[in-house]
């Protein structure tokens, strides 16, 4: 079985013999867990075990320790996809031990992905942050990027925020957009989705058309917001990243996002 181990918020990865890196792999875990491991579930005909490591868990010739973001880079795609759904599953169950309605200590149940609670019965599943990303075009040649005070790097990327209640995912857009740009835009469209496991989120992607304003930013939430040419981007986010894809599929093929 395939092990994706935790230390400190980061996975463990063996070397590959001919170089590179890629998940341990035996009927054993790789190093000392810090508690019983849990199944990864819906993960096709591999088993896949994920557990946080005990404290003790150090690099060595044979294992190094890596953020997960940047994994991506180093693991075939189907272990970066787990791995992130690793992540999930351990963060859930550091933050399901406790019943959200009484308060009385969970237990685990017969399903893989889920607790209840013995005394008022409620049921803890996973919870998911959802979020929207919003490229917004100006014409053929302009899309607007911003900076967050949030990111680590100087990357530029695009508007995002999460969904509130009682909203849809347009009128999240628009409202995102409007608060941290004071811009208006129409043509709201969907684009695609990405699991972003940092901690527990769901990424929806969506184009949209300039329609008025002016930029005005949100200055708790951006330090900086403008509309870029082909000609003059700022750095870009990771090429993991859905908002990347987003500006790359503008990059190559304008036309196929508008309209
Ligand atoms: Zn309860």
Redesign the pocket.
């Known amino acids: 079985m395939y092990w994706f181990i935790f230390c400190d918020n980061r996975l463990l990865l063996e070397k590959k013999e001919k170089g590179g890196y890629t998940i341990p792999f035996g009927k054993h875990p790789p190093v000392p867990l810090s508690a019983n491991p849990l199944t990864v579930p819906d993960t096709g005909d591999m088993v896949c075990q994920t557990g946080t490591a005990d404290v003790s868990a150090e690099e060595t010739d044979r294992y190094i320790l890596v953020a997960l973001r940047a994994s991506w880079d180093m693991l075939e795609p189907r272990f970066y996809l787990i791995a992130g759904k690793a992540s999930q599953l351990l963060y859930w169950e550091r933050h399901s031990r406790f019943?959200t309605?009484?308060?009385?200590a969970t237990e685990s149940s017969p399903l893989p992905v889920m607790r209840f609670?013995p005394?008022?019965?409620?049921e803890l599943y996973p919870f998911i942050s959802i979020a929207i990303l919003a490229l917004v075009r100006k014409g053929d040649e302009e899309i607007l990027l911003v900076r967050a005070r949030n990111f680590k790097g100087a990357f530029h990327g695009l508007v995002a925020g999460f969904l509130e209640i009682g909203e849809t995912l347009e009128e999240c857009v628009a409202r995102e957009v409007k608060e941290e740009t004071g811009l208006d835009v129409c043509n709201i469209t969907y684009f695609g989705n990405q699991s972003w496991p940092f901690p527990s989120g769901l990424m929806v992607g969506f184009t949209a058309d300039y329609a008025g304003g002016e930029i005005k930013l949100q200055e708790d939430e951006l330090t900086d917001g403008a509309f870029y040419n082909r000609g003059n981007l700022p750095p870009l986010p990771l090429k993991s990243s859905l908002a990347r894809q987003m500006i790359d599929g503008w990059l190559t093929h304008p036309s196929s996002l508008s309209k």
């Open positions: 019943c309605a009484c308060g009385t609670c005394s008022c019965r409620h």
